[in-house]
Every structure is written in C-alpha cells, then in structure tokens.
C-alpha cells in the first residue's frame, strides 16, 4: 500500500523545537523528490521546504529559512523536518508529500502555544 | 518571495463549464513554473490532480484539464458536478521553492 505516515507533531512553547518524521511505504523513496506543506487552522495550503532524492538540495518558504531543516534517510524510507525557533504562526497540520504530489500523508498537528 | 494569485471564490451550474486562473507577480506563468493543481474538501487531505501545467493523475476526473491561458496557469471543468464543490489550490515553483495561491473556493449551484 502506497502511503506517508507522519508523527512527532504536538504542543510546544514559543521558541522551543520539534522534529516531525514522514515514514514512506509502497513507493521508491530513495528516488522521490519529498517537500513539506503545511495548512494553518482554517487557512490555505503553504509550502514549507523540498528536498532532493539523495538530500543534496534542500529549498525552503522564507517564513522557515534559517529555522527550520529538511532531511532524508533513504536507508530507513524517513523524510524529517527539524523545526527550532518556533512561533505561534508555525501552528499547523504539517503534510508530507512525495514528487508530482503523489501521495499525500494524513499530516500531523503542531500547536505553538504557552 | 514571489505571490500567487487565484479567485477567491467563483460559482458554477451543475453541467457547466469553469475556468480556475493561476497567476505570479514576477509576471507571466510558464511551464518552466510546473504548475500544481489541488482540490481539498472539507476535514480532508488535500488531492493533486494536474501536475506539470496539464498532466492527470491515475484519479483525475476527465472532466479536468490544466493549462495555460493569457500568462496564468488554468483549471477548466467541463461538465462540473455537485461533487467537484471544494477549495482549490495552484502551485508554482520559482527555481525549487514553492508557492501556494491563497485558494480558489468552488459552489456549484
């Protein structure tokens, strides 16, 4: 079965960090361009960062550069995205998605708040 | 970063036909944007159906079509139904990065 199942999402306080981890089953990970795409209560869709097959290339939205990191571990079928520095405006379902946005994981809920 | 326009809101007949528009504020859209097309309805995860300016997926109704029109990207619905009442979102790329459109939301009535 195709899917992306994502974890580590939860509540954090203002300025703290998080790493979410996407687990990939049924598709040939390693040779996937992988992004984030996160969607605030109520809002829009917002891309958040891509990462190259073999992780060399990463790109992030300018509302995470410098805070938050993309990575892959092609052995383990596991996309991640470590989230430091974080804001309340960071609270979102966070989505993995695999290249030609194929598939779409359940996502995982993080909540910035005091 | 770069903004990504859409109609917020546009209403359609059953049996109709609409058009979605997709455009970018560095000015005309390109293939060499890869323009994404998703539809999200409501309490669910979000569905790509047209990737690469016109390319389905597997899923995708026939009645869908992506391409480009007058220096945006577009989604036409051809004989909408009921069922195609949802949000509808446009992605382009600028050079790897992404960017989402603020959503176009779809009554079909």
């Known amino acids: 079965e195709v899917q992306l199942v994502e974890s580590g999402g939860g509540l954090v306080q203002p300025g703290g960090s998080l790493r979410l981890s996407c687990v990939a089953s049924g598709i040939p990970f390693s040779y996937y361009f992988m992004y984030w795409v996160r969607q605030a209560p109520g809002k829009g869709l917002v891309w958040v960062s891509g990462i190259k097959t073999d992780g060399t290339i990463t790109n992030y939205a300018d509302s995470v550069k410098g805070r938050f990191t993309i990575s892959r571990d092609n052995a383990k079928n596991t996309l991640y995205l470590q989230m430091n520095s974080l804001r309340a405006e960071d609270t979102a379902v966070y989505y993995c998605?695999?290249?030609?946005?194929?598939?779409w994981g359940q996502g995982t809920l993080v909540i910035v708040s005091s | 970063q770069a903004v990504v326009t859409q109609e917020s809101s546009l209403t359609v007949s059953p049996g109709g036909t609409v058009t979605l528009t997709c455009g970018s504020n560095?000015?005309?859209?390109?293939?060499?944007?890869?323009p994404y097309w998703f539809q999200q309805k409501p309490g669910q995860v979000p569905r790509t159906l047209i990737f690469?300016?016109?390319i389905k997926h597997s899923w995708t109704p026939a009645r869908f079509s992506g391409s480009l029109l007058g220096g945006k990207a577009a989604l036409t619905l051809s004989g909408v139904q009921p069922e195609d009442e949802a949000d509808y979102y446009c992605?382009?790329?600028?050079?790897?990065?992404?960017?989402f459109g603020g959503g176009t939301r779809l009554t079909v009535l």
């Open positions: 560095t000015g005309a859209v390109t293939s060499g944007h890869y």
């Open positions: 998605v695999g290249q030609r946005g194929d598939p």
């Open positions: 690469d300016t016109n």
């Open positions: 992605l382009l790329s600028y050079r790897g990065e992404g960017v």
